[in-house]
Nanobody, 120 residues
Framework: QVQLQESGPGLVKPSQTLFLTCTVS??????????WNWLRQPPGKGLEWMGV???????YYSPSLKSRTSISRDTPKNQFSLQLSSVTPEDTAVYHC????????????WGRGTQVTVSS
């Protein structure tokens, strides 16, 4: 059973960079069959996919967020991280990490999510 846990600051000031970490247990971020995703849900809005880290370290991002988003990994700690730069109040959301089995249509495992508020 794969388990994911998000961590990071709950409050970020406008124009700063948001940094979140997802700690994975029960599966390795460097081996198949999973890809490792970041998603978010702003208040009153739907779920938004932000980007994915593949087992080989390659990354893919949402076109709308690509210029501000970076996903990296710490393989000894079995963690992957999200950086979102130049945040605004519109980036306020619950942020989730999720594992998706290669070829699956949905996400197999989710973290509980972490609330991030952008405010001065």
């Amino acid at each position: 059973q794969v388990q994911l846990q998000e961590s990071g600051p709950g409050l970020v000031k406008p124009s700063q960079t948001l940094f979140l970490t997802c700690t994975v247990s029960g599966g390795s971020i460097t081996s198949t069959p999973y890809a490792w995703n970041w998603l978010r849900q702003p208040p009153g809005k739907g779920l938004e996919w932000m980007g994915v880290l593949a087992y080989d370290g390659s990354t893919y991002y949402s076109p709308s967020l690509k210029s501000r988003t970076s996903i990296s990994r710490d393989t000894p700690k079995n963690q992957f991280s999200l950086q979102l730069s130049s945040v605004t109040p519109e980036d306020t959301a619950v942020y989730h990490c999720a594992a998706q089995q290669v070829g699956a249509s949905g996400y197999n495992y989710w973290g509980r999510g972490t609330q991030v508020t952008v405010s001065s």
